[in-house]
Each structure stands twice: as C-alpha cells, then as structure tokens.
C-alpha cells in the first residue's frame, strides 16, 4: 500500500507541474470515492498549497493579492484537514473488526496524518531534485541540495518503514486508533472572537 501511495502522489505532482499553475484544475483519473482517488486528491492540495505559499513570500506582491492568497491558503488548509479526517474514517472502518484491549497503547498519530507527512515529503524530495538540475547557480548549491535530498530519501525510508508498522500494528491489534478532529477554531465564526464579536 505505501509504494502505490508514493506512487499517486509522484503522480498528482508530475500532473501539476505539467501545468505548473495554481489555477489548474485538478484531473484526477481515478475512480471517484476510491481510496487512490482521495490520495490523489491530497497530494493535488498540497501541491496547490506548496506553490501558493511560494507566491505569497514574493516580497513585491501587492498586499491585496496577498491577502486573497491568505485566504485561499486558510481554505486550502481546512480542506486538507477535512481530507485527512475522512481518509482516517477509512482507516478506521477498515480495522473496525480487529479485537483490542484496553490497555492495547494508541499511536503518536492516525494513519491518514502520517500519510498527510508521506505526501508534503514526497513534494519536498521533488522540489529538492528540481533544484540539482539548475545550471545557473553555484556548484556549492547543487552540492547543499544534494545533501538534503540524501536526508529526504532517508527520511521516506524512516517514514514509510514506520507507516508499514502502524498498519500491521493495527490489523493485528498491537495499537488501536481513534478519529481525532483537529477543532480548527480560527475558521469558526462562533469560535473565533475576531469573528464573533463583528
């Protein structure tokens, strides 16, 4: 399951950056509901987000692009939450039958968030390669970059070789997990004062 995940999201990035735009509607061609459409539909966020937080830095921007670019990065970023929590009600149906006790320990973090880190890692070891291919930078950059590359690679081995575990943790009922929401309360017109007291 890991390698076919890394495999979407590989994927979802080389179909943005066919366009590279952050306009681009999302195609997703898997089928609508399946677990590989909803990865998919993730990592396409992400990327979206990756790229929208690149523009937002220009120190030119004009101050009410950038604030219409907030507000689309606090929208890209609930949605995203709002993935993650689904993609874990899959998870959680899927392990519903496994039998636990109650002293059988919880995990640091649901499955579908440390595939949420599986996907911004998978955009990070993309960008970073990007870099190796510039040739009008100094050597010292490419050889920077290609040092962090090497802790990325290492780091999807660390990662995924911990998400295999989680997973067979969970069939077979070594851990057991909850559905936590995340309570996003500055998005909540009844929770956040700012709103609230308009």
């Given amino acids: 399951m890991i ?3 890394i495999s979407i999201y590989k994927q979802a990035i ?20 399946s677990l590989e459409a909803l990865l998919y539909h993730k990592n396409w966020i992400d990327t979206v987000q990756w790229h929208l937080e690149d523009i937002i830095r220009n120190p030119s921007i004009d ?11 606090d929208a890209s970023n609930q949605e995203r939450t709002d993935l993650v929590e ?3 009600s899959y998870f ?14 919880l995990n640091t ?10 996907s911004i890692l998978q955009l990070k070891i993309y960008h970073i390669a990007q870099e190796l291919l510039r040739s ?37 009922g070594r851990k057991k997990m ?10 909540d017109p009844s929770l956040n004062p700012v709103l609230y007291k308009e």
């Fill in 109 to 118: 973090e649901t499955p579908a968030w440390a595939f949420d880190r599986l």
């Fill in 92 to 105: 959680l149906d899927l392990y519903k039958d496994v039998v636990t006790e109650d002293k059988t320990p």
């Fill in 178 to 187: 909850k559905l936590y929401k995340q309570m996003k309360m500055y998005n």
């Fill in 14 to 33: 080389a179909d943005y950056h066919q366009y590279d735009c952050v306009n681009q509607q999302m195609q997703n061609p898997y089928s609508k509901g």
């Fill in 136 to 172: 009008e930078v100094h050597r010292t950059h490419i050889e920077k970059c290609q040092e962090k590359l090497d802790m990325l690679l290492q780091q999807e081995i660390d990662l995924t070789t911990a998400i295999e575990q989680l997973l067979n943790d969970l069939a077979a």
């Fill in 63 to 73: 101050p009410v692009e950038a604030l219409v670019i907030k507000r689309r990065i």
């Fill in 86 to 88: 689904y993609l874990d």
């Fill in 3 to 5: 390698s076919k995940t």
